[in-house]
Structure formats: structure tokens, C-alpha cells
């Protein structure tokens, strides 16, 4: 009996793979199909492939549940670069990912990058098991629950192999370009350095929409913040929106307010 091989390919795709994607080769040589077979029709709800442990897929278009996220939704949509600052849980990361994941199930954009620099309290990327994009996974699986829900588990999975999703380290975007029909979500932007900020900043290209979030009073880095740095220095552009969210914007739980509260006031 002939024997068949099977070439597999990670679920966090190569960056370079993913920049090279319609320009005939990878950097490991691997030829990127790009006929219209091996483009999935995100609107074909028969293509998903949902499991039982897979997340009920949502029906429903985005909402703002408060009024805050309404301009912070609007903001992100009339701007090419936005900023979302605020405590946690107002909903500045999921309003961001299910922008994005309408985006491309709608075909406004082409791909979606999904950053953040990995810096976490008490432990690193190096003592997590694991070759990188899977150490990087644990960073980034908050965003994964959201592009589940919004577009289907096996949708996802099938972007992320093809490189229509793209989640990387921040360290990864130095060299790179955000080209046209692209979204891409800084998260947890607090944790960089004004000179990661600019790197990422100046990988902005044309038609290109940039969500930026992060808590300026979270940083778990020493020295000057990116956020803030970039805040002061951008603010006032056309094409630039700084929103905040306030502590009565915390749509995650009344506990989340309290604790805050109690924290701030320590």
C-alpha cells in the first residue's frame, strides 16, 4: 500500500510566511497557494467546522453595551489609528477583536495581526514549555476566545494556518509592514518601551487600521511607558483617536470596580 505524507503546518503561522503569503515563496521555501480554492468564504457558515468543545459560534453583530464602547467602537472605525485606554474589563480588547473578525468575515480587510510585547509579573517566555508560537499562545488566548466566538472555531483555525490571522510577539513586527486591508490589535501596549512603541508605530502602512490598547496605570515594565509616550506625541493628528475608559465603563463585573477602587485608594 503507497504510503501519503501529510505537510502540517503550526496554528500560530510563521510571520514571514505570513507577509510572504501571494508573493510565490515562504522564507522556508514553501510554495503559498493563492487560487480562490484556498481562500475560505468566511460568510459560508457550512465550512466551519464546530466541535462540541468548540464555543457556540455568536449570530449577532457586535453591540456597545455602554456608551463609552459606542464611541470607542465609532472611533475605531472612522481612524486609522486608535487608542483605547482604561482599567480592565471595558471591553477595550473585545470590542477591538470583534471589529476585526467582522472585518474579515465581511472581506473589508484581508488579514488580521494580533500583538502584544511578552512581558508578564514573575515569569517569561522562556521558562514556559514549548517551541515559541506555542509559549506565545498562552499570551494571546483571550483574543483566540473572541475570534471563536465571532467567527467560528474552525474558521479561526483555518486563518491562522493559512495566515489570515497572525498572532506574534511584539518583538517579532521590527522589519515588517502592516500593508494594505490589514487590522492589526496592540494588546497590553502599557508593557512597552517608548522605543517598542515607535518600532510598531512606524510599521504602519497605507489602508492599514491600527487598534492600540493598555492601562498607563498597569505597567509592569521599569523605565519611561510607550503608551503614554505615544498618547502625548499623537494625539492631536486627523487620523489619530485617544479614547479613555473610566472606571464606571467596567462592564466585566461590579467586583472588578470594587477591587480597583480598593487599589487605587491603598
Not at 40 to 69: C, D, F, G, I, W
Not at 84 to 89: E, F, R, S, T, V
Not at 151 to 165: E, N, P
Amino acid at each position: 500500500m503507497a504510503k501519503r505524507s501529510h505537510a502540517r503546518r503550526n496554528n500560530h503561522y510563521d510571520m514571514d510566511d505570513a507577509y510572504s503569503a501571494g508573493k510565490g515563496r515562504s522564507k522556508s521555501g514553501r510554495k503559498q497557494r493563492r487560487d480562490d480554492g484556498n481562500i475560505v468564504e468566511m460568510k459560508s457558515r457550512s465550512q466551519q467546522l464546530e466541535t462540541a468543545y468548540a464555543p457556540q459560534r455568536s449570530s449577532q453583530p457586535l453591540h456597545a453595551r455602554t456608551s463609552a464602547q459606542q464611541q470607542y467602537i465609532d472611533a475605531i472605525k472612522s481612524h486609522s489609528l486608535t487608542f483605547g485606554i482604561g482599567p480592565a474589563g471595558t471591553g477595550k480588547s473585545y470590542c477591538a477583536g470583534a471589529l476585526a473578525a467582522e472585518a474579515l468575515e465581511s472581506g473589508r480587510i484581508e488579514r488580521i495581526i494580533l500583538t502584544r510585547p511578552a512581558v508578564e509579573a514573575g515569569e517569561q517566555l522562556g521558562f514556559l514549555p514549548g517551541a515559541l508560537d506555542e509559549k506565545f499562545s498562552v499570551y494571546i488566548d483571550a483574543f483566540r476566545d473572541i475570534l471563536n466566538e465571532r467567527l467560528g472555531a474552525g474558521t479561526v483555525d483555518y486563518c491562522l494556518r493559512h495566515g489570515r490571522i497572525v498572532a506574534a510577539p511584539l518583538a517579532f513586527m521590527r522589519g515588517k509592514t502592516f500593508n494594505n486591508r490589514t487590522f492589526v490589535v496592540l494588546d497590553e501596549a502599557q508593557n512597552t518601551s517608548v522605543a517598542q512603541m515607535k518600532m510598531f508605530l512606524t510599521r504602519i502602512g497605507e489602508d492599514c487600521k491600527v487598534v492600540i490598547n493598555g492601562d498607563v496605570e498597569q505597567s509592569d515594565i521599569r523605565g519611561p511607558n510607550g503608551l503614554a509616550d505615544a498618547v502625548q506625541k499623537l494625539g492631536d493628528l486627523n487620523s489619530v483617536y485617544v479614547h479613555k475608559f473610566a472606571r464606571e465603563d467596567i462592564v466585566r463585573s461590579g467586583l472588578v470596580r470594587d477591587i480597583i477602587d480598593r487599589y487605587e485608594l491603598s
